[in-house]
């Protein structure tokens, strides 16, 4: 991934938190920063520039006020969610362009797990930012939006390129694989899936991030063609 680096740092249960660092200028952003102290410790004597937030959920933004502290840097968050984003400096709607260092990210609104999710992607770098949208073998739950809402912020994700990399919030693709395994047992791409996923997490391997050209195949929040069948398959994981 040339000019973007990126840093996984696992924290709390299942979260992941992300350092990421323009390899040209060294500006280094963190991505939902749940908590502050591993970041802090990730980070070693390196400045902080952004703290990039998709949405409001305290584990995703639990540590923003700590580092903005600590660092001086400028919390990007989505515009429409700006009153539930601790710290905001910046806000963002869909379309926006941020820039870590020479590295640009466009943001898009990702409504459906809260109102105001938004995502970051680097396309030049392969690397999609989604928050609780996109997991790998699944989707955020429907807190506040609708379903519809999330198909339609699904279909985004869906039209980039094969190559992009999903850095995901949570190492949730386990439990994912086994619920699309019981709605869909004679899907071979789950089924292929399921087995490799739970023979890495076995090996105590993190999945997280996976390739996008995986999720077009065997995430089915993802290929549902239509909302009534997305909002069926949502309901039965939420009870699973
Ligand atoms: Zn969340």
Redesign the pocket.
Known sequence: MSGLKVEQIPVLNDNYVYIITCTETGQTAVVDPAVHAPVIKALGDRPLHYILNT?H?A??TGGNLALKEKYNCTIIGAGKDAARIPGIDKKVHEGDEVKVGNQPAKVYETPG??IGHIIYHFENNHALFC??TLFAGGC?RL?EGSAEQMFNSLQKIKAMSDETKVYC?HEYTLQNYKFLHHAAPDDGHVEARLNTVAAMRSEGKRTVPSKLADEKKSNLFLTAGSVKEFANLRKAKDTF
Do not use: M, S
Request: net charge negative.
């Open positions: 949405h959920h584990d995703h797990h809260t928050g609780d955020g807190f919030a």
